[in-house]
């Protein structure tokens, strides 16, 4: 058995554990948020078969956008924090996944 934790964006999460649970996979979905961007994210965690994980893990991608954004910097050069100091551009969306092996699990 496999725990597959995939940290995807807030935007694609809908559409991807819809796209898991329609293939027959079982999603939990947890709230979290990124430490560079400190933006929303969602943590996806799916229970596999060894033998699904490739599957699971092509939805994952599949359904995962990355998408360019710009974000103000933290630099403030003397104006202070907030939106009209520099900008720089970022890639944000896609996956991260993690596969863990799970020693046992139970289900009541």
């Given at each position: 058995?496999?725990?597959?934790l995939?940290?995807?964006?807030?935007?694609?999460?809908?559409?991807?554990?819809?796209?898991l649970t329609n293939?027959g996979?079982?999603?939990?979905?947890?709230?979290?948020?990124?430490?560079?961007l400190m933006v929303?994210?969602t943590t996806?965690?799916?229970?596999?078969?060894?033998?699904?994980?490739?599957?699971?893990?092509?939805?994952i991608?599949l359904?995962?956008?990355?998408?360019?954004?710009?974000?103000?910097?933290?630099?403030?050069?003397?104006?202070?924090?907030?939106?009209?100091?520099?900008?720089?551009?970022?890639?944000?969306g896609?996956?991260?996944i993690?596969?863990?092996?799970?020693?046992?699990t139970e289900?009541?």
């Amino acid at each position: 058995m496999k725990l597959i934790l995939a940290i995807i964006n807030n935007d694609d999460s809908a559409v991807v554990s819809s796209a898991l649970t329609n293939e027959g996979f079982i999603v939990t979905k947890l709230s979290t948020t990124g430490g560079f961007l400190m933006v929303g994210n969602t943590t996806l965690l799916v229970g596999s078969k060894k033998e699904d994980v490739a599957r699971a893990k092509e939805i994952i991608r599949l359904n995962s956008q990355t998408r360019k954004k710009v974000k103000p910097t933290t630099m403030s050069y003397g104006v202070g924090l907030h939106d009209s100091g520099p900008k720089i551009e970022v890639k944000v969306g896609g996956a991260t996944i993690f596969v863990l092996d799970v020693e046992e699990t139970e289900k009541y």
